[in-house]
């Protein structure tokens, strides 16, 4: 096998979903695995998955990465997870609601806080982005609306890329960014080779917005939930 070789996409939204098992930290140069480096912690991550189930009941205690369906039905145990992370990384319960939102796409999760006097009021978390990517995608993002909610609640800076919310998110682990996945072509401007948008398929209509010029549709990508962008294979 070529090991110049992209992953796919499905490969790399799998590892994605489970990245806590080979990259707890979140060090790993996702832009630059082959394919056989994601096939390879893709099987780790398989034989890991298979015995934490068989040694799932025997703890009560909480323990995040044991976590892989969470309720839809309600929001119930969403919050009841949300509030777990809440009082193990920060100290503190989370006292605003936390729900399942379904019109929610262009984000993984959402921080609501009232601007003028800049009070929490509630997390949400994309429903469909749990479909995506699976249970242990959620709590990652819960981790991060967390850090903007209790940042918010101290009366320090909580906008992502505040250097405060970036240090919270670096000591629990949380992704930097809760944004809305996207894949497809990466293309650019024909006269002045600027990076324009992301599109599936070549529309004749498609312009640059820098020159009004044609598009060029070069490498095929996947832009993950936490802003990272990995070339892949079709
Ligand atoms: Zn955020
Ligand atoms: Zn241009």
Redesign the pocket.
Known sequence: MNSKQKPTALMLKYLYAHLFVVDPTRELMLEKLSYQDVYELIQQIKRFTKEKQQSLSSSTSFQEHVIWRIDTSSSEELYQIGNKLSLQYFGRPCKVPIEWDKSVKDAAGRFIFERTHQKPIKIVQSLWQYTQFGAQHVIATLKHELAHYHLCLQKKPFADGAPEFVAECRRIGAPLFAVKMLEGYQTY?S??S?KAEVLKKPRKKDK?P??K?DLVFKEYIIRLPDGRIVQVEV
């Open positions: 401007c006269v002045c600027a640059s820098c020159c010029a």
